[in-house]
Structures are given as C-alpha cells and as structure tokens.
C-alpha cells in the first residue's frame, strides 16, 4: 500500500508547518498527524505503481489479442461472403 516513509515525510512536513510558538505540541501533532494520514489512506483503495504498471501491460495485451481476433473474424466473414456470393 503506501510507504510508511512517505506517510512519515507528510506527517513532518505537517509539523514543521506549525508555528514557531506551538513547538510544543510539535511531536504530539506529528504523531497525531502520521495517524490520520495512515487511517484515511488505509480507507482509500489504492493500488502500488507496481501493480499498476502490471494491470496495464496485461490490459494492452489483452488489447492486442482483441484486436486480433476482430481482424481474423473480419477476415472470416469477408471470406464467408465471397463464398455464398459464388
């Protein structure tokens, strides 16, 4: 799902955001921060690059014999035609 290192990174970039007044609250938020990111991404069906990247190269084969069998169907009834019309 997603890289715990990225959740972290938001989460940091979130605290650093907080004003110089509030430092000590800094950690708690993060944490706090780093929950909130985990539990509303862990809702979200996501999928990784990497199963990404396979569903679409299975999806541009899966094309590619589609498209294939059109033209050899094609071929078959334009054969068929030429057939009954002698």
């Known amino acids: 799902m997603f890289d715990p290192k990225a959740i972290d990174d938001i989460?940091?970039?979130l605290a650093g955001a907080i004003p110089p007044g509030?430092?000590?609250l800094k950690d708690d938020l993060e944490k706090t921060f780093q929950a909130i990111l985990q539990g509303a991404l862990g809702k979200l069906d996501l999928v990784?690059?990497?199963e990404f990247e396979v569903q679409k190269m299975i999806l541009a084969k899966t094309?590619?014999?589609l498209e294939d069998l059109e033209r050899r169907v094609s071929e078959m009834?334009?054969?068929s035609l030429n057939k009954a019309e002698m």
């Open 48 to 50: 990784t690059r990497e």
């Open 77 to 79: 009834e334009s054969t």
């Open 22 to 24: 509030l430092n000590n």
């Open 63 to 65: 094309r590619s014999k």
């Open 11 to 13: 989460a940091n970039r």
